[in-house]
């Protein structure tokens, strides 16, 4: 029998190596591979042979390791050239897959990882070589398209409700409440920020606003509606995702401030700290917080969502089996069935189809006035964050497995 | 039978409410009160009259109240002037007190609130008035002299240690990564900050450095520290409190700066930002990211310490025993057995001696290069953050309850 290696890249999540642990479990069910090797950083790594052996390893790690956020075989962000302009990687790589006797290569990730699933691919039938090569989804932007949903996001989407439930409430505490800026990922795609909307108390949204970036954001008419719900409940919730962009299409947290010490121009700051310092001058009130969650949306296994978690590993599952059906560049997609009760269905996706799209937050999920989501966009959240996972714990805190350090 | 009240004051935490539910439970117990009366906001709401019976409320709200965070109750920064100077509020609130018919009158918060409570004690015994008023601690900032931790500090520190294990292992995903800063709250103290000695991998602490407003902060030692511990290993993680200082006394997050379009000054940006740019500005690496935990650290109750949350319920029972006996003008507080498996006891101590103090984290807990914990430390923490609460769900999210919506 051969073998077959499975690799991360691009940004991590908390369910990528779910995925991977999905893969292993399936070859020990399909008994398909001799060995599942583990690239570590991705393509980057494997061009440097700095591989291990995953079916080697004990179970009890391989469990933490299913339930450790972060991308645990390490990441890269490397781009292959088109293997027309230089083929010399391409040949490098296939050396190396070939001295470990390796038949089908598995690669975790969003964009560019299906770019690199496509053109390897396309290269091995090209030069009638008998290595299969298969796409397994994740990102937690949610912006790959054909698939329903992307594994990853709905453990983000989760902590950000989460967070949006509970920060509402610290935020409302006093008479004189203020205003409150949560700023989710997404620089090009709302669905992140757009998952606050199933954050609710009393069956109410606790979000006034949510501000994506696919639509325009209006300065003047976002400082007109605050005001107005200030003036109205005195307190104001507000969602933004890090990509609005204005009418000239220019990202609205671009902006730069000069400190007044030896640094000269720098950055500071998001789109949220932008809105505060934007509803301060506008002299709605001088309670304004901004937050920005940052990393912690996209690693926070310890408030994952168990359905996410599943979904990932049956992607990795299923790679396995789709490569041993023969298939090769393609990615697999989840499709949801259109029953009133949410359940998945899975299916293969040319990867380079996924490679040069971006699927956008549905303009038609948006309100008129641009501040708020419809009710299809509650229904399309609300089954992705079901469920909660048991994680082994040591010394009261998760018991985190990975093999990259 | 007369009736008693008990309301919330100061920053709100995820364990406040828990001490209100612990003192209805002690009274449906003892039956000592006819009626539980919640004050909304303060003694400021109360001065206003807005006051709840808490004793009619159905158990299962009281259930998700328990175990919801923020000030369930409403809060207040309201400070009392002496009464010797003005005495008008003090009247009136009596006036409002005997009106409800209460005998016993519950503050749950911090060094203001333990302030506010030996004052109207003060005031009840020199004007004859037959009204106890008992102290209940709370603050995520651990910093209340006497008590050996507060009620609020374990479940603050417990989201921290786990964001720290999460973003460590994010942050350390490429082959060249950067440098991760953390920033906790702690405007005087380092108890916070200091907790992220506890996140663990392979029993080796994730954090590199960590600095404490107890120790001075020399900016030339930090780059020097970071720089070296770079070189070494790729990758540095911080963690640093929001109230660092240098040698002068000043905060190292007084930098203000100027931007460059329409706002003219504007402050921007934390200590773990100012970290950020004096590293770049080294030239250490451009890889560098700072994140403030902000209001998440004190609400996150889907990560709470069980034991801070059984702990915050005992304080509150036991305040309406310790009412019983004739206590007035004390705070229950927490005792550490010095055995060597964890266990508490509760005692009574002056209000007057809590309000006018700060419990700093100890110097000697810190190594002699001011960027680490001792072993001490580990000791005093590890058993605050032990278990996990389950939470009432709705969508799949938490169903929190609070009353002064």
């Given at each position: 029998m051969s073998n077959c290696i499975i690799a991360q890249s691009g940004g991590p999540t908390s369910v990528i190596n779910s995925s991977v642990v999905g893969l292993i479990n399936g070859n020990k069910k399909l008994?398909?591979?001799?060995k599942v090797y583990g690239g570590l950083n991705g393509i980057e790594g494997i061009l440097n042979?700095?591989?291990?052996?995953?079916?080697?390893?004990d179970e009890h790690n391989i469990q933490n390791f299913r339930y450790t956020p972060s991308s645990g075989l390490g990441s890269c962000r490397y781009k292959l050239k088109n293997s027309k302009d230089s083929s010399e990687e391409y040949e490098r790589l296939i050396q190396i897959l070939k001295e470990y006797d390796i038949t089908a290569f598995f690669y975790v990730g969003g964009n560019d990882s299906m770019d690199t699933t496509a053109k390897l691919s396309e290269y091995a039938k090209i030069n009638n070589i008998d290595i299969t090569f298969i796409g397994i989804p994740k990102t937690?932007?949610?912006?790959?398209?054909?698939?329903?949903?992307?594994?990853?996001f709905g453990s983000a989407a989760k902590f950000i409700t989460t967070s949006v439930l509970e920060t509402y409430l610290d935020s409302s505490v006093y008479v004189n409440n203020g205003i409150f800026i949560l700023e989710t990922m997404g620089r090009d795609t709302g669905w992140l920020a757009a998952s606050a909307c199933i954050a609710r108390i009393n069956n109410k949204p606790v979000a006034d606003f949510i501000y994506l970036p696919e639509s325009v954001f209006d300065e003047e008419q976002f400082l007109k509606d605050v005001k107005e719900r200030f003036n109205k409940q005195n307190k104001v919730y507000i969602v933004v995702s890090e990509g609005i962009k204005n009418k000239e299409g220019?990202?609205?947290?671009e902006f730069e401030c000069i400190s007044n010490?030896?640094?000269?121009?720098a950055q500071l700051g998001g789109v949220g700290q932008y809105l505060r310092e934007i509803i301060l001058k506008c002299g709605i009130t001088t309670r304004v917080k901004a937050l920005e969650l940052g990393i912690l949306q996209r690693c926070a296994m310890h408030c994952a969502s168990g359905r996410d978690l599943e979904e990932a590993h049956k992607v990795g599952y299923l790679a396995l089996e789709y490569a041993l059906q023969g298939e090769s560049g393609k990615m697999v997609a989840i499709k949801r069935n259109d029953n009133t009760e949410y359940k998945a269905s899975y299916f293969l996706v040319d990867a380079n189809k996924v490679a040069n799209n971006v699927k956008y937050?549905?303009?038609?999920?948006?309100n008129e006035e641009g501040n708020f989501v419809t009710k299809e966009a509650f229904s399309y959240f609300e089954p992705l964050i079901e469920g909660i996972p048991t994680l082994n714990l040591e010394n009261n805190l998760p018991k985190y497995k990975v093999f990259n350090n």
């Open positions: 008994k398909a591979f001799d042979k700095n591989i291990i052996d995953l079916s080697s390893i937690i932007d949610n912006d790959l398209v054909y698939t329903d949903h992307t594994p990853g220019k990202f609205v947290s010490d030896k640094f000269g121009h937050f549905p303009v038609e999920w948006i």
